[in-house]
């Protein structure tokens, strides 16, 4: 079997739950883009090493702005991560999306404008091919695991990236239906960029929690109430997420030795003459460009 490691970035509801049980050791890392969300628990998971990253910090901590991504890719970069199964919580934007259920989107609309989108903000430049955001081998593995929960897990769809903190008003709701859209959340960029631009097989659990609000709640529940259903679908969909996350790292060999697109995503990126990019510069980015700037 091929050498693998997979990062596992615990999201909204997930994040808290998983580290918990996880065990093993903690690993504190410093990266150049500052200090990441937690520091990481590294563990064994049957035969495959398993680096844990709790998004939100311990006890949600960060908004989804205010998460630092680019150190948080950069720590599971630094560890030997090679493959990462991210998760987060979403609104549903159609109505075969129910609360609850899961989801392994392949599409990204990115409307965030406070973060920082790239490792590359200065020389080198690069630029990574996009197309398909989320890793193919990777989903589809995770799909081939479906069979470990009871709840449905739906193939593909289009997640759009908010910036938030606050929600939706009802016509960005019906916006973002009109444009294709299938999920709405906060997370998922600029970390699935940024995975790519580190190499990293990534693909994400998204945890549906309620219908956003373009499907009115009903009428006879209070907001006291609809905040604990929502909360009570969040922990539903959790657990199902914990048990399909880890179906996936204990059948992993299955797809150890299946080179994913994202492995090689720099190879033709780096569109900057190595004799002007100073070892300065290669120092800074380390683990991230190595493998084509040694020397």
Same mark, same amino acid.
């Given at each position: 079997?091929?050498?693998?490691?997979?990062?596992?970035?615990? *999201?909204?509801?997930?994040?808290?739950?998983?580290?918990? *049980?996880?065990?093993? @050791?903690?690993?504190?890392?410093?990266?150049?883009?500052?200090?990441?969300?937690?520091?990481?628990?590294?563990?064994?998971? *049957?035969? #495959?090493?398993?680096?844990?990253?709790?998004?939100?910090?311990?006890?949600?901590?960060?908004?989804?702005?205010?998460?630092?991504?680019?150190?948080?890719?950069?720590?599971?970069?630094?560890?030997?991560?090679?493959?990462?199964?991210?998760?987060?919580?979403?609104?549903?934007?159609?109505?075969? #999306?129910?609360? @609850?259920?899961?989801?392994?989107?392949?599409?990204?609309?990115?409307?965030?404008?406070?973060?920082?989108?790239?490792?590359?903000?200065? &020389?080198?430049?690069?630029?990574?091919?996009?197309?398909?955001?989320?890793?193919?081998?990777?989903?589809?593995?995770?799909?081939?695991?479906?069979?470990?929960?009871? &709840?449905?897990?739906?193939?593909?769809?289009?997640?759009?990236?908010?910036?938030?903190?606050?929600?939706?008003?009802?016509?960005?709701?019906?916006?973002?239906?009109?444009?294709?859209?299938?999920?709405?959340?906060? &997370?998922?960029?600029?970390?699935?960029?940024?995975?790519?631009?580190?190499?990293?097989?990534?693909?994400?659990?998204?945890?549906?929690?309620?219908?956003?609000?373009?499907?009115?709640?009903?009428?006879?529940?209070?907001?006291?109430?609809?905040?604990?259903?929502?909360?009570?679908?969040?922990?539903?969909?959790?657990?199902?997420?914990?048990?399909?996350? @880890?179906?996936?790292?204990?059948?992993?060999?299955?797809?150890?030795?299946?080179?994913?697109?994202?492995?090689?995503?720099?190879?033709?990126?780096?569109?900057?003459? @190595?004799?002007? #990019?100073?070892?300065?510069?290669?120092?800074?980015?380390?683990?991230?460009?190595?493998?084509?700037?040694? *020397?």
């Amino acid at each position: 079997m091929a050498k693998v490691k997979v990062g596992v970035i615990g *999201g909204s509801g997930l994040g808290d739950a998983l580290g918990a *049980g996880l065990g093993g @050791r903690t690993v504190k890392i410093d990266t150049p883009f500052g200090p990441p969300s937690d520091a990481i628990v590294e563990a064994t998971w *049957g035969d #495959i090493d398993v680096a844990f990253l709790n998004r939100h910090g311990p006890g949600h901590v960060f908004a989804p702005s205010r998460v630092n991504y680019r150190a948080n890719i950069y720590a599971l970069k630094a560890v030997g991560c090679t493959h990462v199964i991210a998760s987060g919580a979403v609104g549903s934007l159609r109505e075969h #999306i129910r609360p @609850r259920d899961l989801v392994v989107p392949d599409q990204v609309i990115d409307k965030t404008t406070q973060r920082q989108g790239t490792f590359f903000d200065d &020389t080198p430049a690069v630029h990574v091919e996009f197309a398909s955001p989320f890793c193919p081998v990777l989903r589809k593995h995770l799909l081939d695991c479906a069979d470990a929960v009871t &709840t449905p897990v739906h193939d593909g769809g289009t997640y759009v990236c908010m910036e938030g903190p606050a929600f939706s008003t009802r016509s960005e709701s019906e916006m973002h239906r009109a444009w294709g859209g299938d999920l709405i959340g906060m &997370t998922a960029m600029p970390e699935a960029k940024l995975a790519r631009e580190a190499e990293l097989a990534y693909a994400l659990v998204c945890l549906a929690s309620d219908y956003d609000c373009w499907r009115p709640p009903p009428a006879e529940l209070d907001r006291h109430e609809l905040l604990k259903e929502i909360i009570a679908n969040l922990h539903q969909a959790t657990e199902h997420a914990i048990a399909l996350i @880890r179906a996936a790292v204990a059948r992993f060999e299955r797809i150890a030795a299946v080179p994913s697109p994202a492995h090689s995503a720099l190879e033709l990126a780096i569109w900057t003459d @190595r004799k002007h #990019i100073a070892a300065s510069v290669k120092k800074r980015y380390g683990v991230l460009l190595d493998k084509y700037l040694k *020397g």
